[in-house]
Every structure is written in C-alpha cells, then in structure tokens.
C-alpha cells in the first residue's frame, strides 16, 4: 500500500494560517492590554494632544505724565505661530510670511521643514493688519492670537526715565523695571480643543486676565522737552561727552524734568547702546566741585562759627598737610566775609571754613544733607555715591572734601541737598510718580535739615553768586535767582589728578525771594572750555526761563531802569 504524498503547497498555507493566528492573538492582547491597562492614561495623552491651554496677556498700564499726556501705551498686535508637523505646504507658506510680514524666508522655510519642531514663531507682534492678510490664504498650520505691544508716542521725551518693556512685556529699565508688577497686571487663560489640523473646535473654560493698572509721573513733557533740547544745544556747543538737567519742586519733591544728552528713541531701546540708555541722573556719580561748598558753609552757618559778615584774611594759597591747594584766579591776600567766599568760589575760604568746622561735624552736615545714601527716589540703579567716614581720613582730606573733590555725588542728590535750602531749611524727598490707578497717593519723606534762618541766609549769598558773583551767566530777566557754580577736574583711574578732563555744573533756585524750582546741570568732559559759569549756567538760565513762563510763575525782581 503506497503512503500519500504530502502537498508543499497544503504546508505554506497552513504555516501562514498559523502566523496569522499567532498575530492575531497578538493584536488582540496588545488591545486588551491597552483599553485595560492603558486606556486611562492613553486618553489623558489623547485628550492634552487635542486640549491645549492658552495664555491670554493682560494690556499693560499706561505711564502718563502730569498732565495726562502718554508717555507709554499699548497698542495691539498678532503673533502668528505655525505647526511644522501640519504645515502641508512650508514653500508657500514662508514665501506668504516673508511677502506680508517681512520675516526672513530662508529661516523661516528650514523651520517649517523641522519635522522635530511642533511650534514655531512666525512673527511676534505682527501688525493686525498684515496678520489679517495672511490669516485669509488659509494655510494650514499657522495659527493667531492677540498680543498686545509697548509703545512710546514721545520717542525721545523722557525716555531715560520711562525705561522701556521689552517682547513679552516686562519691563527691562526705567519706570517700566521699577513699577514692573503694578504695570503688567495678570494674565488670564483660555482652554480650547483643537482638531487635528489645529482648529478651534469647542471652549471649556477661562480665566480673565487682570489688567495692568495706569501709573501718573510727575514728569511734565513739555518742561522735559525743552530740558532735552538744551542739553542738546550745549553738548554740541562745547563738544562734551554728556549733559544731565534735572528740574525740581523744592516744596513737593516733584521731579518735573529729568533729562539726559546724548538722548535715544524709547522705541529703539534694544538698538541702544547701555551706556546711552543709563539715566545718568540718578545712576552716575561725579565729584561736584565748588557747588558743593555750599554744605561747607551751611554747617559752620549751622554750628554759630561764623556769619555771613564774618571776615577772613585769606591768602592766595593754604597748606594742607603735603598738599597746597589755591584759588582758581590768581590774587594777592584779600579779606573776604563768609559770603564773598561763596560768592566768588574761593577754595581757600571754604578750607578755612571746614578746619574751624572739623572733620566730625562737617561729615555729619555731609550726611546730613543726604550724602552717602540713597535717596528714595524709586529708580532702578540708584547709586548712594561715595563718602568717606572720618575715620577714614587722610591729613588732605579736610583740604579736598570742602571744595567737592575727593567725594562723589549723583546729580538728584545735589539737586535734593539745594531743594532743602530752597525750602526753607526742610529736605524733601525727590521722586517721579505722582499716584497709581487704583492706590493713594504716597507722600514723600520730609526732615528739617538747617534752620529756617540759616537758609534765608545762605538763599541771599547764593543770590550774590549770580548777581556779582562766578554765576552771572545764570541771570533770568524779571527774576531773581540764587545758584553756585561747579569746575570739578576728573580723578584719574589710577589715583590723584591731573587728567585735564572736567565737569562743569550750575545748581540754581527761582525765583530766589520765593523758590519753586531748583535746577541742576551737569555737563561731562567739555573740551571748548571748562568753567561751570561759562558752560552749564547758560544752559540753566535757558531751562529756568522757559520753565517760568511755561508755569507762569510771576517775576520777582525789579526791572532795569
């Protein structure tokens, strides 16, 4: 009996039959596996992948100036976004991008071919407009949402005070750093699910942002603009490195002006350079010079030393310890009173003034006046400048720091120590906001410095400066005006003097029988010439008589017959 010949053919089917079996049972136990074991975690994944929560920024508040002018809003924008995963046609879609928004397309091309990116800027803070014309080709995979952005309708005016708030509003510098929390609000969310094309299909809930609240400086721009503008002027004029101005009611502590040249365009502050955006004002230290002689005389005026009747015979030189320090002009030995000393800037009188004084009563007039420490100001940066503890004291020293060298100072602590005579002997502390939306207003620190007479007394010298004194280039017709002026020369980085390099400066009340404003100009490294009377009074006398008759503040003296 012959046995049957197995058919091959009959073996291979059954073979894949039982392969089949085999992946089926697979299959079947992957899927048991996972609408067991995984289903709960697999929708979850599922539903993130289609469910996606969105920021929804609040607006920014505005920053006003006093008389309600914007110095710093918000405009509206599009950012506009793309999924390189579900972007069907990356060619058109950067070639469209590049043609209405003027994004680079090359860039924007390799990035749409990523195949590992799932989100992409096309442009933030597009033009609505131009967002608008692209949204309607209806290209797959891009998307859009609000965005709001900052922007600067003065440009120039103020913008060393207002700072700046960069791409995704927060606040960088300025105002726009210091009062960052108050400004920017709270950003609120909008959950959304999305097709697999990226679609909005259903809402399912949202939370409202809070909106940033206003901010009123006490910024005047008008008074700002003009300060600008004469630094301007006077650093061209006298081919200087830079100029600050500050404008100050004495009796608030208002800063109306804060100005700074070589200026820059706050919508331009990330093409600036640092060293051009820094408010120099309140940032930087200088050595003041002979405008600082007036704390000298203010603390032996103070302690009952001397009047300002009380006569000095006054060589034209002084030792101190290993150093001989002399006047500016040259002159024989002369008698001066207390106020020809101020008057007519003599470092040897101011000398003589402190020795009588002592080196621990005069460093307490310094720190007195508010010298060594910060002044409360409120702005991002403020330095406290640099003062010497007695103890720390050289045997010169006593020679140097009454002439206001060998101490530096910010220009606002100047401006401050000068607004405390202007008001009658009381120091007010200076700062740029006038209120917040939303908050009381905040009332500056106040302490009584010199005594009422004192200050009447020192407000009279002053005024000799500049009617026969080194500041006769301050003069405002119709107004009486009380200043001192400043020559400073530059310390060396590697110690001592002799650098030829200078600051000039003049600090000023008007008008002087009743002060409303102190003014202060500081003008860095003038090479034409250097003498504060010749180069920052001038620049004082255009911001005071621009300022007065802006305010209208009534003339106080006489007329010339």
């Not at 090479?527 to 009534?554: C, D, K, N």
Request: net charge positive; aromatic share 8%.
């Amino acid at each position: 009996m012959r046995r049957r010949r197995r058919n091959p053919v009959d073996s291979r089917i059954r073979l894949l039959l039982a392969l089949l079996v085999v992946a089926f049972a697979a299959l079947l136990g992957r899927a048991a596996w996972l609408q067991g074991v995984r289903a709960e975690s697999l929708a979850r994944m599922a539903e993130q992948q289609h469910r996606q929560t969105v920021a929804i920024p609040a607006s920014r508040g505005t920053i006003y100036d006093r008389t309600g002018v914007q110095l710093a809003i918000g405009e509206q924008a599009t950012t506009v976004y793309a999924n390189p995963r579900i972007v069907r046609a990356p060619r058109r879609v950067a070639y469209e991008a590049g043609r209405i928004l003027g994004v680079d397309v090359p860039d924007l091309y390799a990035r749409l071919r990523d195949p590992d990116l799932g989100f992409v800027y096309v442009k933030r803070k597009a033009g609505p407009a131009q967002a608008a014309l692209l949204e309607k080709k209806g290209l797959d995979g891009l998307g859009f949402y609000p965005e709001e952005r900052r922007w600067y309708p003065q440009h120039r005016i103020g913008a060393h005070v207002i700072g700046y708030a960069g791409l995704d509003n927060e606040g960088l510098s300025g105002v726009e750093l210091r009062l960052d929390r108050l400004l920017r609000g709270r950003a609120g969310s909008e959950t959304v699910v999305r097709d697999p094309f990226g679609r909005a299909i259903d809402f399912l809930g949202e939370e409202s942002e809070r909106e940033g609240r206003s901010v009123v400086l006490t910024l005047d721009h008008t008074i700002q603009a003009n300060a600008e503008s004469v630094l301007r002027e006077t650093v061209d004029r006298f081919q200087a490195q830079s100029a600050t101005a500050i404008v100050l009611e004495p009796k608030s502590g208002d800063v109306l002006a804060m100005a700074v040249a070589p200026g820059f365009d706050a919508n331009r502050f990330g093409a600036t350079p640092s060293d051009v955006a820094r408010n120099r004002t309140v940032t930087d230290v200088y050595e003041p010079g002979s405008t600082f002689k007036l704390i000298t005389v203010a603390g032996a005026l103070s302690e009952r030393l001397v009047t300002p009747q009380t006569s000095f015979v006054l060589p034209y030189s002084i030792q101190v310890a290993d150093r001989v320090i002399h006047d500016a002009e040259s002159r024989g030995t002369e008698t001066m009173t207390v106020a020809r000393i101020l008057s007519h800037s003599s470092n040897v009188g101011a000398i003589t003034l402190a020795q009588k004084l002592g080196k621990e009563r005069l460093s307490r007039w310094i720190s007195r006046f508010g010298f060594g420490r910060h002044t409360g100001i409120g702005f991002p940066g403020e330095a406290q400048g640099f003062v010497l503890k007695p103890e720390e004291w050289s045997g010169s020293t006593i020679g140097n720091v009454p002439i206001g060298q060998g101490i530096a100072v910010t220009p606002v602590q100047m401006a401050a120590a000068y607004g405390a005579v202007a008001n009658g002997g009381v120091w007010v502390q200076p700062h740029l906001v006038e209120r917040i939306e939303g908050s009381p207003r905040v009332e500056p620190k106040r302490r009584r410095v010199i005594k009422p007479f004192v200050a009447a007394q020192l407000n009279a010298m002053l005024q000799n400066v500049v009617s026969a004194g080194t500041g006769t280039s301050a003069a405002v017709p119709g107004y009486r005006v009380a200043g001192k002026t400043g020559t400073a020369e530059k310390p060396s980085p590697r110690g001592g003097y002799g650098t030829g390099k200078y600051v000039a400066s003049f600090i000023g009340m008007v008008p002087a029988s009743d002060p409303q404003l102190v003014i202060l100009v500081v003008v860095d490294e003038p090479s034409v010439t250097y003498w504060g009377g010749v180069v920052a009074a001038p620049a004082f006398a255009q911001i005071a008589r621009f300022a007065l008759q802006y305010l209208e503040l009534p003339p106080d003296a006489a007329a010339p017959r």
